[in-house]
């Protein structure tokens, strides 16, 4: 499971023990969509493509309905490899769900790291 759908499954769970509202959920998952560079800045900051090379992969992107990464590659203008160290750093760098509502003021830091917990610990029980 990639980071956003565990972010995703983790925000359903808080819902659905009533740690937080369906709203708030929905509003931290925004503000953790806002705060993750895309990979075209990355990119770009890498110096792993050039600006005229971002703005022809998003004028193509809605014909092929391609992820940008992926239609960089089939462009030929980045390689498999490259885009995997961009996603790790996206990774990296993307705030957590968990110190988003902290911030929001929604869930105290240690009720968070209970939940957490119990959360993985479910997935981890479900997967056996």
Known sequence: MDDLHFSEAFAQYLVDTNVIGAE???RALDEQRRRTQPIGRLALQHGLLSMKQVFA??????????????QAIFMGFLE????????EEQRRLRPGLGEILAEMGLVRKGVL???RREFVHGMEA???
Do not use: N
């Open 80 to 87: 498999r490899e490259s885009m995997e160290r961009l996603l």
């Open 113 to 115: 790291q209970k939940c």
């Open 24 to 26: 708030d959920a929905l």
């Open 126 to 128: 479900a997967l056996v």
């Open 57 to 70: 992969i998003l004028a193509e992107q809605p014909e092929t309905g391609l992820r940008f990464g992926e």
